[in-house]
């Protein structure tokens, strides 16, 4: 059903509230002279420190200026104007997306005299009701930062706090992108991730995808409550953070961390130390190529780990129980086969499952009469990242920076020989991100920009090699594992487990993202508007457990090992291989006028519209949950062993339209306080008409055999 939901934005602000970009901040405010009398047509330019760049601007008619679009940095702001001496301040910070207000008084006298005013200005935002917590460089190098993860940050934004993690067919459990924070109430996959400007994020799972170290970031902005209609698509935070720059000075770092096992205090409850051997190293380099127009940024860093974890343990058969002997099982056994119970609890080995007696070849013998073993599994894991930035500056006017990001983690599974029960999955996974920003300035009150990323992740997931499958060990019953890898699940509750059930699962997923930004401003009012469009696609191309899952449950003789070693499990499944490449475009438009309406109020009108297109396959490659129909008992007709509810793309009816026309509505209101310039005073009220961005998901079904095996088929 198609469905309209209007939604508007309107704001009571004290300046205009005017994004250009995502990562671009604005400086503003009210020039006057001594009397208090507004000073109109003054001359206002902002330099960077660090590269030069210059922008410039005239107050309006009521001393108002307003410096749109700069990147985060430090600032040198000067105004002239004849009749006044010049006014000059240094020290201005402006953030990710902050608006700062610095409101300027002239003194009567000649233009080439100066005043210079070396008072920092109060780094308060009074020109917007967004709630946003702004981490520097500082911050991530003063707060405890396990792993140098960024994104582990924004838990200290108030109303935040740490959130479960969707992992499965997603960013494959990468430290450096595995972070989920949930704000406001939201769920942990409901924050919107950008980087330079640009979405980076995983499409499957919405989490982010990797982020630069922290010697790489120059800060973020953690926006919580009450953003600007430029976001839609879900009703979490916003994370916006921006790379570190080239100056015109040459900058560098190197770091290493070291967490050695000799250093650290043995586990209490562990026999030996862990052997953690964790190396993070790695450096900076920045720099000019062009004095005031061009210059280069370059990060790298490497991990390393080795540890021995804390011993695992598992209860596996003692010698005398290899030979048949469970005396020491306080219940009396029984054959399922005959009915009756074993003599003196006693199983003779002749009668075993074969594909069982094989499987004891690769399991060390118990330890008596408990049959516990310990073992340790070591872990090693492998990290690369690489950042490179380059800026350039055409003028006053057209501006260019580029940022690629590359990231990989290894995390192979190391086996003991002659010990199945340390078998399990090695996971491989690498992210890139690309942006290309374009800024550019028509005229002093026109401005535009373009924004283009790219995001691509990788993840495989598959057994070690070398282990056995079901049919090495003796089972002839037909496979569906079409790669032909070896994988093998099995679990003896109470008893032991070996779980390598994957040989091979890998998805590949791409988000495209484009963005164009306009302000423009004209007398007491200034219209922003843009348009976003971005396409992501995600593959799944795996065989998880298709070579089969055994359970063992204490359902036939009284005893789960016994079970197992005669062949009778409790339960079986075989799941279908499958391959489903997904994709999903999503548009947005918005636009905003702020209305200055006195010296002291400005008005914010706003609009967003975004069409929800759901994601899109091969026939039978999507589903979609409808709550009407799972209350009504309503099967899918293509496939009727489904829940009640799914529906199957390209099969059944009744699947949500394309192209349904939601636009979001907030209303939001800005209160600067009279009394003191330090107070600040929000309220919002917004309207949410559900998670238009979403994220890729897609449908898997059981393999269903004619002949499922009552026996370990030997």
Do not use: C
């Given at each position: 059903m198609r469905k309209l939901t209007i939604v508007i934005l309107v704001g009571v602000l004290w300046a205009s509230q005017v994004h250009a970009q995502r990562t671009n901040g604005r400086l503003s405010g009210v020039i006057a002279d001594t009397s208090g009398a507004v000073v109109p047509e003054a001359s206002v330019t902002a330099t960077s420190v660090t590269t030069g760049a210059a922008y410039k601007t005239v107050s309006d008619i009521g001393g108002f200026y307003l410096l749109n679009n700069l990147a985060p940095?430090?600032?040198?702001?000067?105004?002239?104007?004849?009749?006044?001496?010049?006014?000059?301040?240094?020290?201005?910070?402006?953030?990710?997306?902050?608006?700062?207000?610095?409101?300027?008084?002239?003194?009567?006298?000649?233009?080439?005299?100066?005043?210079?005013?070396?008072?920092?200005p109060t780094q308060v935002n009074t020109v917007s009701s967004t709630i946003a917590t702004e981490v520097t460089p500082e911050m991530a190098v003063a707060l405890p930062l396990n792993g140098r993860n960024v994104l582990q940050l924004m838990a200290v934004a108030p109303d935040s706090g740490p959130s479960d993690a969707i992992?499965?067919?997603?960013?494959?459990?990468?430290?450096?992108?595995?972070?989920?924070?949930?704000?406001?109430?939201?769920?942990?996959?409901?924050?919107n991730f950008y980087l330079d400007g640009a979405q980076d994020e995983d499409s499957y799972s919405s989490m982010s995808n990797a982020y630069p170290n922290p010697d790489a970031i120059k800060e973020f902005s953690y926006e919580t409550n009450s953003y600007s209609a430029k976001y839609g698509g879900r009703g979490g935070g916003v994370m916006n953070a921006v790379t570190k720059n080239g100056t015109n000075q040459f900058h560098g770092s190197a770091f290493e961390y070291v967490r050695y096992f000799s250093l650290n205090a043995r586990n209490f409850f562990a026999s030996t130390q862990d052997g953690l051997k964790r190396n993070q190293f790695g450096g900076t380099i920045g720099g000019p190529i062009q004095k005031d127009?061009?210059?280069?940024?370059?990060?790298?860093?490497?991990?390393?780990?080795r540890s021995l974890p804390t011993e695992n343990y598992a209860i596996v058969p003692t010698a005398a129980e290899r030979g048949g002997d469970?005396?020491?099982?306080?219940?009396?056994?029984?054959?399922?086969?005959?009915g009756a119970a074993y003599t003196n609890n006693f199983v003779d080995p002749a009668t075993w499952n074969p594909v069982a007696a094989n499987f004891l070849k690769l399991v060390p013998v118990g330890a008596g009469p408990t049959g516990l073993t310990y073992y340790t599994t070591s872990t090693h894991q492998n990290e690369k990242q690489y950042m490179g930035r380059m800026d350039r500056n055409f003028?006053?006017?057209?501006?260019?920076?580029?940022?690629?990001l590359f990231d990989s983690w290894n995390t192979p599974n190391i086996?003991?020989?002659?010990?199945?029960?340390t078998r399990g999955y090695s996971l491989y996974t690498r992210s890139q991100f690309g942006s290309l920003n374009f800024s550019y300035s028509l005229t002093p009150a026109l401005m535009s920009t373009l924004t283009l990323g790219l995001s691509r992740r990788y993840g495989m997931e598959g057994a070690s090699p070398g282990g056995p499958s079901w049919a090495d060990l003796g089972c002839d019953f037909p496979t569906a594992n079409p790669s032909g890898g070896k994988e093998l699940y099995l679990v003896v509750s109470g008893y032991f487990d070996a779980a390598y059930a994957i040989s091979k699962l890998a998805t590949p997923a791409t988000t495209g993202d484009i963005q164009n930004n306009w302000s423009y401003a004209k007398g007491s009012h200034t219209l922003e508007f843009g348009v976003e469009w971005d396409k992501a696609k995600q593959v799944v191309d795996g065989d998880p457990s298709a070579g089969g899952r055994f359970w063992f449950s204490n359902r036939y003789s009284g005893n789960n090992l016994v079970d197992f070693l005669i062949g009778r499990p409790s339960q079986f499944r075989e799941y279908a291989p499958f391959a489903v490449g997904l994709w999903r475009p999503l548009w947005g438009l918005y636009a905003n006028d702020s209305w200055k309406a006195t010296r002291k109020l400005s008005l914010s009108l706003g609009v967003r519209w975004n069409p929800f297109y759901p994601s899109a396959g091969a026939p039978g490659g999507t589903g979609y949950f409808e709550q009407n129909l799972y209350n009504e008992g309503v099967?899918?007709?293509?496939?009727?062993?489904?829940?009640?509810?799914?529906?199957?793309?390209?099969?059944?009816?009744?699947?949500?339209?394309?192209?349904?026309?939601?636009?979001?509505?907030?209303?939001?209101?800005?209160?600067?306080?009279?009394?003191?310039?330090?107070?600040?005073?929000?309220?919002?009220?917004e309207g949410d008409t559900g998670s238009f961005r979403g994220s890729l998901r897609c449908l898997r079904g059981d393999w269903d055999h004619k002949r499922l095996p009552r026996t370990l088929i030997g």
């Open positions: 940095d430090e600032y040198r702001l000067e105004v002239e104007k004849q009749g006044f001496r010049t006014y000059v301040r240094g020290g201005i910070i402006l953030g990710v997306e902050q608006g700062v207000t610095v409101n300027i008084e002239l003194t009567l006298g000649k233009v080439t005299e100066s005043v210079n005013v070396a008072a920092t992992t499965e067919y997603g960013t494959m459990n990468n430290p450096n992108a595995l972070v989920a924070v949930s704000s406001s109430g939201g769920r942990g996959d409901s924050v127009k061009t210059f280069f940024f370059f990060s790298a860093q490497g991990t390393t780990l469970f005396s020491s099982v306080s219940k009396a056994l029984v054959n399922p086969f005959t003028g006053n006017k057209f501006r260019v920076y580029g940022t690629y086996p003991q020989a002659g010990n199945i029960l099967h899918s007709t293509a496939y009727p062993n489904l829940p009640p509810g799914w529906l199957v793309g390209g099969f059944d009816k009744g699947i949500p339209p394309l192209g349904t026309n939601p636009i979001w509505a907030f209303l939001t209101r800005a209160w600067d306080s009279p009394t003191t310039s330090v107070e600040m005073v929000r309220r919002a009220f």
